[in-house]
T-cell receptor
């Protein structure tokens, strides 16, 4: 069965620091990959997604993620974080070869930015 | 505006009672999903439906039931058999029924507390 691992449960950074949040998945077939963000008191929102093609995908608010198939990873990055990036971030995977359409989420990484 | 409406936002239930959470979407999406969000565990799939009058169990379906009599509605009943129902419940939908290629649209959630 597919699964998603986010090893960092809570990350604390200062403003302007660079960010990298790890995401690994376990599934040998074709996948679609997502990062979702949940700002305090708000809905989950799609940050970026990978379907095919260029493994470096750019999302909203300066975020990007790189799909490395050989490592089963889809890490999220941002060169310089802002206080407004404080949120919880979820990596998610949709296994395309499976019979059902459902997205499996990681346990989330809480990002706290010190002003 | 198109979107997903979950109601109520907060719900209190006495032990031993069943309670139903509402989820309505006007996006004309085929697929709908219920997730449960607990701190440190991310989102776990309860039930999903790819088409009207059809639904499948997710990873943690025990103690829950659903129906999909209309395309736009996917209510979740938390029964008295659910041993630990206090949680934040999220409803989502996706545009197609075969793969969730476009990612999900999420509702704002219902926080259920058992008293």
């Amino acid at each position: 069965a597919q699964s998603v691992s986010q090893h960092n449960h809570h990350v604390i950074l200062s403003e302007a620091a660079s960010l990298e949040l790890g995401c690994n998945y376990s599934y040998g077939g074709t996948v679609n990959l997502f990062w979702y963000v949940q700002y305090p008191g708000q809905h989950l929102q799609l940050l970026l997604k990978y379907f095919s093609g260029d493994p470096l995908v750019k999302g909203i608010k300066g975020f990007e993620a790189e799909f490395i198939k050989s490592k089963f990873s889809f890490n999220l990055r941002k060169p310089s974080v802002q206080w407004s990036d404080t949120a919880e971030y979820f990596c998610a995977v949709n296994a395309l070869d499976s019979s059902a359409s459902k997205i499996i989420f990681g346990s989330g990484t809480r990002l706290s930015i010190r002003p | 505006d198109g979107g997903i409406t979950q109601s109520p936002k907060y719900l209190f239930r006495k032990e031993g009672q069943n309670v139903t959470l509402s989820c309505e979407q006007n996006l004309n999406h085929d697929a709908m999903y219920w997730y449960r969000q607990d701190p440190g565990q991310g989102l776990r799939l309860i039930y999903y439906s790819q088409i009207v009058n059809d639904f499948q169990k997710g990873d943690i379906a025990e103690g829950y039931s659903v129906s999909r009599e209309k395309k736009e509605s996917f209510p979740l009943t938390v029964t008295s058999a659910q041993k630990n129902p206090t949680a934040f419940y999220l409803c989502a939908s996706s545009i197609d029924s075969l793969t969730a290629n476009y990612g999900y649209t999420f509702g704002s959630g219902t926080r259920l507390t058992v008293v």
